[in-house]
T-cell receptor, first 113, second 112 residues
């Protein structure tokens, strides 16, 4: 079945460590996104990519990095520069950037110890 | 992205009740979308609206795109226990800025 797969589902990190969250899609979608979700808040956009080898900063990109070497893959690295990294991270894709209909993965919960 | 004002923040439902939630903004949107998120999962698209005044249904769910293009509402009729979760509205602005803005969500819980 087509969909978006995020891994790991749960991740614990010590302060000062970088961690990478995986996102893979087999929907043949051009656009991919990373959102951060905190309790009681809407989804906030971290980074997005319209095509391979191109990506743009969202509203809260500081302390994060991404790559888009393949159409199917859009990994997110949470760096030690991110001051408050504990959150639920959601990856999404859409047919193209102008399409508002997003398909989301199941999310990755990162906890910094 | 601009945050949308979604209300209520939370609500309790009793099986069989009709419930309603809405989303407003000071800006115009070209598209309104409603998503539902179950605990520990990613949001799932419920309804997408593309035209001012549009009224669209998906089973027991009905959503409308406000005529001013600055608001939308979602109704759930004859609620059932599996309707619990967090409902998010999202808006997409016109031209050259396709990023979605999300509301903070409405948490729906079953009344004991």
């Amino acid at each position: 079945d087509g969909g978006i797969t995020q891994s790991p589902k749960y991740l614990f990190r010590k302060e000062g460590q970088n961690v990478t969250l995986s996102c893979e899609q087999n929907l043949n979608h051009d656009a991919m996104y990373w959102y951060r979700q905190d309790p009681g808040q809407g989804l906030r956009l971290i980074y997005y990519s319209q095509i391979v080898n191109d990506f743009q900063k969202g509203d809260i990109a500081e302390g994060y990095s991404v790559s888009r070497e393949k159409k199917e893959s859009f990994p997110l690295t949470v760096t030690s520069a991110q001051k408050n990294p504990t959150a639920f991270y959601l990856c999404a894709s859409s047919i193209r950037e102008s399409a508002g209909e997003l398909f989301f993965g199941e999310g990755s919960r990162l906890t910094v110890l | 992205g601009q945050q949308l004002n979604q209300s209520p923040q939370s609500m309790f439902i009793q099986e069989g009740e009709d419930v309603s939630m809405n989303c407003t903004s000071s800006s115009i949107f070209n598209t309104w979308l409603w998503y539902k998120q179950d605990p520990g999962e990613g949001p799932v698209l419920l309804i997408a609206l593309y035209k001012a005044g549009e009224l669209t249904s998906n089973g027991r769910l009905t959503a409308q795109f406000g005529i001013t293009r600055k608001d939308s509402f979602l109704n759930i009729s004859a609620s059932i226990p599996s309707d619990v979760g967090i409902y998010f509205c999202a808006g997409q602005r016109p031209i050259n800025d396709y990023k979605l803005s999300f509301g903070a969500g409405t948490t729906v819980t079953v009344r004991a």
